[in-house]
């Protein structure tokens, strides 16, 4: 499923769907907090931050249940261009050119 989180940022979730929206709704406050407090949109990279250390600490604690979902985060702008980023159910944020996630990961790396 592909989401709108901010003017400028776009996600892709592969896994539970209700995680998914989970962590969505998540993004999308994080992006109005920020534009909220900055006056300005917030970088991508600031929100895979957030995002990771949100979805790291559901992992971390017993008594919360691990998020099943992975992200794929991307934003365009004329300055930088095409970032695009990926945060796995741990919390692990890392920066791709080209990235696949979800059941035909393997497929698409060939």
Same mark, same amino acid.
């Given at each position: 499923r592909?989401?709108?989180?901010?003017?400028?940022?776009?996600?892709?979730?592969a896994?539970?769907?209700?995680?998914?929206?989970?962590?969505?709704?998540?993004?999308?406050?994080?992006?109005?907090?920020?534009?909220?407090?900055f006056?300005v949109?917030?970088?991508?990279?600031?929100?895979?931050?957030?995002?990771?250390?949100y979805?790291?600490?559901?992992?971390?604690?017993?008594?919360?249940?691990?998020?099943?979902?992975?992200?794929?985060?991307?934003?365009?702008?004329?300055a930088?261009?095409?970032?695009?980023?990926?945060?796995?159910p741990s919390?692990?944020?890392?920066?791709y050119?080209?990235?696949?996630?979800?059941?035909? *990961?393997?497929?698409? *790396?060939?």
């Open positions: 592909v989401h709108s989180v901010d003017s400028h940022i776009g996600a892709a979730v896994g539970l769907l209700s995680d998914a929206r989970a962590v969505v709704n998540r993004a999308r406050d994080e992006a109005a907090d920020y534009r909220d407090t006056q949109p917030i970088p991508l990279k600031s929100l895979t931050e957030r995002l990771g250390k979805m790291h600490y559901f992992t971390v604690y017993g008594s919360l249940r691990p998020f099943g979902v992975c992200i794929l985060l991307g934003t365009w702008d004329e930088n261009g095409a970032k695009l980023m990926e945060i796995d919390g692990t944020v890392r920066g050119y080209g990235c696949a996630v979800g059941k035909g *990961k393997q497929n698409a *790396k060939t």
